[in-house]
């Protein structure tokens, strides 16, 4: 069974930083585009952003509301996903999902860590 | 903001057939398919629809999907009680170069 497991989440202050991992399991990692989607509190979910492929140069896309303070990466010799974020606001306050990206299509999705930044 | 459109709530009694309109523009369901996310209470969304109408399998074919325009909906004939939960359609929006997810729609069985 596909497994898409997510650490990190915790409490953080805002203009702080937070570093998320997914590790997964049960699939070829190297071979799909992986991503992160959002939910705050009581809201639908928001694409964070994504990352291609060894063979793309590992392009990211990140949604306009992250870029500049989220990075996301891979690390395919040990099947890890990860979001690096800085600057972190009261509005990024939310739970974070690792997803699989399959042809533009979300069809695994992870537990999810919540994020709140306060002080 | 979100630039799909979704009513904001549907219901029906056990049975019945529910439909859940998506609107949206020609830089997103315009052109691209589009998939639908089904978010029971307390859970991860989990994917219901993609391309259009197709359903991944285990789904049931209850759920139903169809696109015409800049528009979308997805259709739940003999409404069950496990199917009340929160309902979403996604897509990638050119113009912004990004995945976009709907308002969102709350489904209750009667």
């Known amino acids: 069974e596909v497994q898409l497991v997510e650490s990190g989440g915790g409490l953080v202050q805002p203009g702080g930083s937070l570093r998320l991992s997914c590790a997964v399991s049960?699939?070829?990692?190297?071979?799909?585009?992986m991503g992160w989607v959002r939910q705050a509190p009581g809201k639908g979910p928001e694409w964070v952003g994504r990352i291609k492929l060894k063979g793309d140069s590992y392009t990211t896309q990140h949604a306009a509301s992250v870029k500049g303070r989220f990075l996301i990466s891979r690390d395919d010799s040990t099947n890890s996903l990860f979001l690096q974020m800085n600057s972190l606001k009261a509005e990024d306050t939310a739970v974070y999902y690792c997803?699989?990206?399959?042809?533009?299509?979300?069809?695994?999705w992870g537990q999810g860590t919540l994020v709140t930044v306060s002080s | 903001q979100s630039v799909l459109t979704q009513p904001p709530s549907a219901s029906g009694t056990p049975g019945q057939r529910v439909t859940i309109s998506c609107s949206g523009s020609?830089?997103?369901?315009?052109?691209?398919?589009v998939n639908w996310y089904q978010q029971l209470p307390g859970t991860a969304p989990t994917l219901l629809i993609y391309d259009n109408n197709q359903r991944p399998s285990g789904v049931p074919d209850r759920f139903s999907g169809s696109k015409s325009g800049t528009s979308a909906s997805l259709a739940i004939s003999g409404l069950q009680s496990e199917d009340e939960a929160d309902y979403y359609c996604?897509?990638?929006?050119?113009?912004?170069?990004?995945?976009?997810f709907g308002t969102g729609a709350k489904v209750a069985v009667l």
């Open positions: 996604a897509t990638w929006d050119d113009s912004l170069n990004g995945y976009v």
């Open positions: 020609s830089s997103n369901i315009g052109s691209n398919t």
């Open positions: 997803i699989r990206e399959n042809w533009y299509r979300f069809d695994a």
């Open positions: 049960e699939f070829t990692f190297s071979a799909y585009f």
